[in-house]
């Protein structure tokens, strides 16, 4: 009975908080749109029985998804956006991560601090803040100026590359934090047996480092892909009007539109988007579990 409860109170925890939550939209979806509170319809009553509520539902949002390009197209453009975003993340965390690692013991801790730093203000100040750092009389394009890089402002806010900068400078630590761990925890005897063997610096670092680091590197990939991909604020804030990402589609449908039963259809296909790089990170935090062992 101790290990039932012990297992129960997680599960109870994912019950009320995912699932519940999770088949409430998936019946909103099914669901029409009506000027009504809440905006749509069949509303359950125990006078037409669960039978004829059952009957009004359909999937006629889920085929107006597919029928109309601007949905399609929204979750084409975010996930090249946030597979552009994991790879420029990963090729900037992987040197901040292994300089960590090789540091000397007594700045790692100081460096580690420098890498989370940033959560200790508010997401939303720190996107607000990169819209004056970026926008024409913002203090990058005056720095440009001021070196004679540039002769007039750059046009960076509003754009795909404002949105690129937001997403890499904001899941940057979830990239850095993994591969951390996982180059901490290398022997680093065995770059000295590679080198002993004939590798030189490079060749040891490809074939050794980058092999073990190999969790750290899909860990962080997922981390900051999940995100990215149903990113709302970054792309609002940043990309402007220009930039189509699911997320600032999932809003405008509940909060302008008010078509609550396609914003629901929106979301659950975003989920299920969402499932597989979930299952695959789980899958893999699994396989090193039991390496570890």
Known sequence: MRKFFLIAVPYAWLLAL?????????????????????????????????????RDLDFENFVFLTEDSLYWKAYLSSVSIAGLSTILTLTIGYPLAYGMARAPEEWRATLMMLIILPFWTSFL????????ILSQEGLLNQFLMWTGLISEPLMILNTPTAVYIGIVYTYLPFMVL???????????????AAEDLGCSRLSAFWLVTVPLSRNGIIAGCFLVFIPALGEFVIPSLLGGSGTLMIGKVLW???FSNRDWPVASAVAVILLLILVIPIVLF????????????
């Open 178 to 192: 993994p591969i951390y761990s996982a180059l901490d925890r290398m022997d680093g005897s065995l770059i000295e």
């Open 125 to 132: 100040i720190r996107v607000y803040a990169w819209m004056g």
């Open 252 to 254: 405008e449908e509940f």
């Open 18 to 54: 995912f699932l519940i939550p999770f088949f409430i939209v998936l019946k909103i979806s099914l669901s029409d749109v009506a000027l009504a509170r809440p905006p749509y319809v069949p509303q359950f009553s125990w006078d037409d029985g669960i039978m004829a509520f059952l």
């Open 282 to 293: 789980q899958r893999n935090q699994q396989d090193a579990e039991e390496a570890a062992k």
